[in-house]
Nanobody
Framework: QVQLVESGGGLVQAGGSLRLSCAAS????????MGWFRQAPGKGREFVST????????YYAESVKGRFTMSRDNAKNTVYLQMNSLKPEDTADYFC????????????????????WGQGTQVTVSS
């Protein structure tokens, strides 16, 4: 079992920045691909970004490309999402997810691919 805890959410003005963190605990000796997803009120959970275990592969949704950066520190069992130039449409609950993998370069884009999920952290961007 792996437990994921997100932090770093909050209220920010449009154009501002936030950095989300996701700390993993439990069975962390396995390789995990990680992802960030978000869910706005009344909408489904959507893909934001993913990173491979090695950190060498990252992919982003078109809506956040160029503004968000995902990274990881395996020594700290933590992944990060640096969010810059935030827009009101980025307002959502943000969730991190982990999926065991046998390949250090694997990434996953769909929520169905992930087994472990955090409880989420709320991000609100005011206009």
């Amino acid at each position: 079992q792996v437990q994921l805890v997100e932090s770093g959410g909050g209220l920010v003005q449009a154009g501002g920045s936030l950095r989300l963190s996701c700390a993993a605990s439990g069975r962390t000796g396995t390789m995990y691909a990680m992802g960030w997803f978000r869910q706005a009120p009344g909408k489904g959970r959507e893909f934001v970004s993913t990173i491979s275990w090695s950190g060498g592969n990252t992919y982003y949704a078109e809506s956040v490309k160029g503004r968000f950066t995902m990274s990881r520190d395996n020594a700290k069992n933590t992944v990060y999402l640096q969010m810059n130039s935030l827009k009101p449409e980025d307002t959502a609950d943000y969730f991190c997810a982990a999926e065991p993998t046998i390949s250090s370069g694997s990434t996953y884009y769909t929520k169905e691919s992930y087994y472990y999920w955090g409880q989420g952290t709320q991000v609100t961007v005011s206009s």
